[in-house]
């Protein structure tokens, strides 16, 4: 069965950059899309960024123009960069591929952003 493996979350200081990568650890068929979503305690996970498999990118309201999503097929990989961080971004990210048949999710990576 396939898993979602993330890496790149850590500390980082106001305004400054971190990248997330997420592939998965099988082969995961019939991609619909592959994202990133976000969750800190007591409010409920909310979109950051997604990529269709046709190319088209939503991305939360606050972090557009700040934020950038992008895949490499030959990878399958998908990545978040992140720039201009700011502390209201601090929160556990978590990556979401969608198939025809099922979702699934990654176990997360923290990401803080000290002030």
């Known amino acids: 069965q396939a898993q979602l493996v993330e890496s790149g979350g850590g500390l980082v200081q106001a305004g400054g950059s971190l990248r997330l990568s997420c592939a998965p650890s099988g082969s995961i068929f019939s991609f619909v899309s592959m994202g990133w979503y976000r969750q800190v305690p007591g409010k409920q996970r909310e979109l950051v960024a997604a990529?269709?498999?046709?190319?088209?990118?939503n991305y939360g309201d606050s972090v557009k123009g700040r934020f950038t999503i992008s895949r490499d097929a030959a990878k399958n990989t998908v990545y978040l960069q992140m720039n201009s961080l700011k502390p209201e971004d601090t929160a556990h990210y978590y990556c979401?591929?969608?198939?025809?048949?099922?979702?699934?999710w990654g176990q997360g990576t923290q990401v803080t952003v000290s002030s």
């Open positions: 979401n591929v969608r198939t025809l048949g099922r979702t699934y």
């Open positions: 990529i269709t498999s046709v190319g088209s990118i």
